[in-house]
C-alpha cells in the first residue's frame, strides 16, 4: 500500500502539514496556502516549502488555475490515518490485502504486540472524485470534500455497529480502533458464502443466520442494512461470521420495516438457490415482533 510505505519516509513537519490542510477543507474544496500557513503554525516560506514536498511525494492535489491553493488525495489522508493508528499502537506494519469490497480496502496488519488483526480503509465517493479531476482543471463542487467526509462517517459507523454488536459475543470481527476512514478490528478466516457452489449445510447456515440476526435486533437492537451473500463468510469449521456494518441502523429507525425487510428477502433469495425453501413473511413478523414498538400495528 502507498501510504505505508510513504509513511516511513516523512518527517513530522511533513504531516503537519497535512494535517493542516485537513484542517482547511472543512472550509475550502482547494486550501490556500494563508490558511494552510495558519494551521500549521508555520511560516510562508516553511509552508510553502513542505506543501512542495509533500506534493511532489504524492499526497496533495494542487489546483491548476488562479491563486495556489491544495487538497489533501486519497493517499494523503490514508498517511494521516495510518500515522494516528501507528502512534497509537493499533498497527505496526501492514501487510498483504486480505479484500477489495465495493467501497473498501481491507489488509492483513500486525500490532505492536505481533497481534494480526484487519484494517478496513473506506472509499466512498472517490470513483466520482476521479472522474471530476479528470474532467475539469480544478474542482469546484462540494463532492470535494465529500469523499473525505463520507468515508471517515462511514468507518465511525462501522466502529459503532460493531461494538454495539460485539457485546452479544456472536460471530462478528471484534472492533479494535477507528481514526478517520480507517477501523482496525479482529481478523477473521473464511470466505464470502457467495463463493461456493456448494454449500454443506444450506439449511443450518440459513437457521444460524436468522438466529443471529435475530439477535442483533432484540439485544443489540441494531438491523445490519446490507446482509447479503457477500458480507456473510464461512469459516474452516463450517460456521458463519456476519461483517461489513457501516449501514446498520438502530431498531427504531422510521424505515426499520423496510430495511428488515431487505435483508431478510436478500437472505432468503440466496439460499432458495441452494436449496433452501423459506418464508421470508414470517420470518420478517418473527423479527419485527421483537421490537415492542411493532406488536401492535403488524
Ligand atoms: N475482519 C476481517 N478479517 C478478515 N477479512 C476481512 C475482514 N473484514 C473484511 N474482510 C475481507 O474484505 C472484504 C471486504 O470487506 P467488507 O465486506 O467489510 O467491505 P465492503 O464490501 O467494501 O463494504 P461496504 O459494503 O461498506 O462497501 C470481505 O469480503 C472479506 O473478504
Ligand atoms: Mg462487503
Same mark, same amino acid.
Given at each position: 500500500?502507498?501510504a505505508a510505505?510513504? !509513511?516511513?519516509?516523512?518527517?513530522?513537519e511533513?504531516i503537519?502539514?497535512? @494535517?493542516a #490542510?485537513? !484542517?482547511g477543507?472543512?472550509?475550502?474544496e482547494?486550501?490556500p496556502?494563508k490558511?494552510i500557513s495558519?494551521?500549521?503554525?508555520?511560516? =510562508?516560506?516553511?509552508t510553502?516549502?513542505? /506543501?512542495?514536498? #509533500?506534493h511532489?511525494?504524492? !499526497?496533495l492535489?494542487?489546483?491548476k488555475?488562479g491563486?495556489v @491553493?491544495y487538497c489533501?488525495n486519497s493517499?494523503g489522508y490514508?498517511? =494521516?490515518?495510518?500515522h494516528?493508528?501507528?502512534s497509537?499502537?493499533?498497527i505496526e506494519?501492514?501487510?498483504?490485502?486480505?479484500g477489495?469490497?465495493?467501497e473498501?480496502d481491507?489488509?492483513?496488519?500486525?500490532?505492536?504486540?505481533?497481534i494480526? *488483526?484487519?484494517l478496513?480503509?473506506?472509499r466512498l465517493g472517490?470513483t466520482?472524485?476521479?472522474?471530476?479531476r479528470?474532467?475539469?482543471s480544478y #474542482?469546484?463542487?462540494?463532492?470535494?470534500t465529500s469523499?473525505?467526509y463520507i468515508?471517515? /462517517?462511514?468507518a465511525k459507523?462501522?466502529y459503532?455497529?460493531?461494538?454495539r454488536v460485539?457485546k452479544?459475543h456472536l460471530r462478528?470481527?471484534?472492533?479494535i480502533?477507528?481514526?478517520?476512514?480507517?477501523l482496525?478490528?479482529?481478523i477473521i478466516? %473464511?470466505?464470502e458464502?457467495?463463493?461456493?457452489?456448494? !454449500?454443506?449445510n444450506p @439449511?443450518?447456515h440459513f437457521n444460524e443466520?436468522?438466529?443471529?440476526y435475530?439477535l442483533?435486533?432484540?439485544?443489540a437492537? *441494531?438491523?445490519h442494512?446490507? /446482509?447479503?451473500?457477500?458480507?456473510? =463468510? /464461512?469459516n474452516?469449521d463450517?460456521?458463519i461470521?456476519i461483517?461489513?456494518w457501516?449501514?446498520?441502523?438502530?431498531?427504531?429507525h422510521?424505515n @426499520?420495516k423496510?430495511l428488515?425487510?431487505r435483508?431478510?428477502?436478500n437472505?432468503?433469495?440466496?439460499f432458495?438457490?441452494? %436449496?433452501?425453501e423459506s418464508?421470508p413473511?414470517?420470518i420478517?413478523?418473527d423479527i419485527l415482533?421483537?421490537?415492542?414498538?411493532?406488536r401492535?400495528?403488524l
Amino acid at each position: 500500500m502507498k501510504a505505508a510505505k510513504i !509513511l516511513h519516509e516523512l518527517e513530522k513537519e511533513d504531516i503537519r502539514i497535512l @494535517a493542516a #490542510v485537513e !484542517l482547511g477543507m472543512k472550509k475550502h474544496e482547494m486550501v490556500p496556502i494563508k490558511h494552510i500557513s495558519f494551521f500549521a503554525r508555520f511560516d =510562508l516560506e516553511e509552508t510553502e516549502y513542505r /506543501l512542495d514536498r #509533500v506534493h511532489k511525494i504524492g !499526497l496533495l492535489q494542487r489546483n491548476k488555475v488562479g491563486s495556489v @491553493a491544495y487538497c489533501l488525495n486519497s493517499e494523503g489522508y490514508d498517511v =494521516l490515518a495510518l500515522h494516528t493508528l501507528f502512534s497509537k499502537g493499533h498497527i505496526e506494519s501492514i501487510g498483504p490485502s486480505l479484500g477489495k469490497g465495493k467501497e473498501s480496502d481491507v489488509y492483513r496488519c500486525l500490532t505492536k504486540d505481533n497481534i494480526q *488483526v484487519a484494517l478496513k480503509l473506506h472509499r466512498l465517493g472517490q470513483t466520482s472524485f476521479r472522474n471530476i479531476r479528470k474532467f475539469r482543471s480544478y #474542482v469546484e463542487d462540494r463532492t470535494h470534500t465529500s469523499w473525505l467526509y463520507i468515508s471517515r /462517517l462511514s468507518a465511525k459507523r462501522e466502529y459503532e455497529g460493531l461494538n454495539r454488536v460485539y457485546k452479544l459475543h456472536l460471530r462478528t470481527p471484534k472492533p479494535i480502533a477507528q481514526n478517520r476512514h480507517a477501523l482496525v478490528m479482529s481478523i477473521i478466516q %473464511g470466505e464470502e458464502i457467495s463463493k461456493f457452489d456448494e !454449500l454443506n449445510n444450506p @439449511a443450518q447456515h440459513f437457521n444460524e443466520i436468522i438466529r443471529e440476526y435475530k439477535l442483533f435486533f432484540s439485544e443489540a437492537h *441494531v438491523i445490519h442494512g446490507d /446482509l447479503c451473500e457477500f458480507n456473510i =463468510l /464461512l469459516n474452516p469449521d463450517d460456521q458463519i461470521l456476519i461483517i461489513d456494518w457501516p449501514q446498520w441502523e438502530d431498531w427504531n429507525h422510521p424505515n @426499520a420495516k423496510e430495511l428488515v425487510t431487505r435483508d431478510i428477502t436478500n437472505l432468503c433469495a440466496f439460499f432458495k438457490k441452494k %436449496g433452501v425453501e423459506s418464508n421470508p413473511d414470517e420470518i420478517i413478523q418473527d423479527i419485527l415482533v421483537l421490537n415492542p414498538k411493532f406488536r401492535t400495528n403488524l
